[in-house]
């Protein structure tokens, strides 16, 4: 079978890889030129871990290719991934589907056998049916197609593990056809008894929203229920690990900091009330995680100004930009809204990320980054842990008390033990606790 992915991102990426490593044959499609000639010269433009490898090997094999030609690829493809962007309408809440309909007006115009469109991008409920209109409005003669949903769950950073090992895999597809067609792409992952949730177009496009919805809110319950221990003098890391070894609850999602960021929940989730606006149904708990996360980053610069006694000329040093490890992503990253607050409060600032720094100061103009968590240390006036890369949990505490100004850690993910930080002779600040 050969199929197409257009959108060749984060989420567009790692789909065409790995199933080109479940042996089908794939055409990455984006309209940026440079990221697809990058990507021809072995150029990965994203930090994924293991990525890399997976693409050159499918590209050896011959299973994986990348174009800017939609046309040619849509007209060899049985299926057609949409995995373009959908960001926030800079307007209101709801998800821009510019470039969704974009790509299904081109489909249209290339359709030149029966294929399945599947959006693989997060899209409000009723984009399939408009993808469906838009290209009967557009296509010449009255070649069938189906419209499929197939929402993703990955999470960057660990994204081809999820790809691979799904906890479940959505279908929402218009006829039998198409759904029979998507499972037969996803059949290798019968072997590990994935469950396939087949169901109905909308049903498919709001299982996505309700399920980052979802996990939002647990994020921004358990914020608040830090702030509460923080009043009351208990330990939200007690009170997370109580609560999650109930099955019911659940164990992930409990771990209290400076709010949840990323190319995803921020969006979704006002998006989700957005649609739900135009219904007439008000989201009263999406929109109360909304309006916790809102605040959770003032509360962690409060904390950074408290600790320190004022942030006027305070010199600061910030590990981690992304907006959370394992990825360079810094879209709606928590650590660059500090960075953003405690610059406008007049701090002095130096940063350091292992892979995130160029796009940081992309989006934050006149970033000063260190070389690495060390020289960011020296002359500070505090560390301020903001996301939680494995080489920041075993900083050399006793060097970096000989070379800060004054030793103080603010650790916005709770890494460390607060006794353990205490007894270096640190000042310490965290979450909760
Ligand atoms: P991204 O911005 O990394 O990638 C989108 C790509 O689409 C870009 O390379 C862009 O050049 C390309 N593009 C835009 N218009 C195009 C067009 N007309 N033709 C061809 N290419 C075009 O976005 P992403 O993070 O991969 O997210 C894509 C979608 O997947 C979004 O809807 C997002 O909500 C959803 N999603 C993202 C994640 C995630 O972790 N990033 C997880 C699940 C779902």
């Known amino acids: 079978m050969n199929i197409s992915i257009v959108g060749t991102g984060y989420v567009g990426l790692v789909t065409g890889t790995c199933f080109a490593e479940f042996g089908v044959a794939v055409t990455c499609v984006d309209s940026d030129a440079a990221k697809i000639e990058g990507l021809r010269a072995g150029r990965i433009p994203i930090y994924e871990p293991g990525l890399e490898a997976m693409v050159e090997r499918n590209v050896r094999a011959g299973r994986l290719e990348f174009t800017t030609d939609l046309a040619g690829a849509v007209r060899d493809s049985l299926v057609v991934f949409v995995a373009v962007g959908t960001p926030q309408d800079p307007h209101h809440g709801r998800a821009d589907l510019t470039y969704v309909m974009q790509v299904a007006e081109s489909v249209a115009a290339h359709l030149n056998d029966y294929k399945v469109i599947v959006t693989k991008s997060t899209v409000p409920v009723g984009t399939g049916r408009k993808i469906r209109e838009v290209i009967e409005k557009h296509r010449k003669g009255a070649t069938p197609f189906s419209v499929a949903s197939n929402p993703e769950f990955l999470r960057e950073g660990s994204a081809i593990e999820d790809f691979m090992r799904p906890n479940r895999v959505v279908i929402g597809a218009e006829d039998e056809r ?103 149904v008000p989201m009263r708990i999406i929109s109360a995680a909304v309006a916790v996360n809102d605040g959770q980053c003032d509360l962690m610069v409060e904390k950074i100004r408290k600790v320190l006694g004022g942030l006027k000329g305070a010199r600061l040093g910030l590990l981690g930009l992304s907006f959370k490890p394992e990825t360079d992503d810094v879209r709606e990253s928590a650590a660059l809204k500090i960075i953003d607050a405690l610059r406008r409060a007049g701090a002095e600032l130096r940063a350091y990320d292992p892979v995130a720094m160029d796009r940081a100061r992309a989006e934050l103009p006149g970033l000063v980054c260190g070389a690495d968590e060390y020289d960011i240390a020296a002359g500070a006036d505090a560390l301020v842990l903001a996301t939680e890369w494995n080489q920041f949990r075993s900083l050399d505490l006793p060097r970096l008390k000989t070379i800060m100004k004054r030793p103080v850690l603010v650790d916005l993910r709770n890494v460390y033990t607060p006794e353990d930080v205490r007894a270096e002779g640190f000042v310490y600040e965290c979450v909760g606790r």
């Open 178 to 280: 198409a759904a029979e067609i998507l499972k037969d792409l996803y059949r290798p992952l019968f072997l590990i008894e994935t469950p396939i949730v087949v169901t109905d177009l909308a049903s498919a496009e709001l299982i996505k929203y309700a399920s980052n919805a979802f996990l939002a809110v647990k994020i921004s319950y358990i914020n608040e229920i830090a702030r509460l221990c923080e009043a009351v003098g208990a330990d939200v890391h007690a009170i997370s690990r109580g609560m999650g070894l109930d099955n019911r609850i659940g164990r992930k999602f409990l771990h209290p900091g400076p709010g949840y960021g990323g190319s995803c929940f921020p969006k979704d989730t006002r998006a989700i009330i957005g649609t739900a606006e135009e219904h007439d």
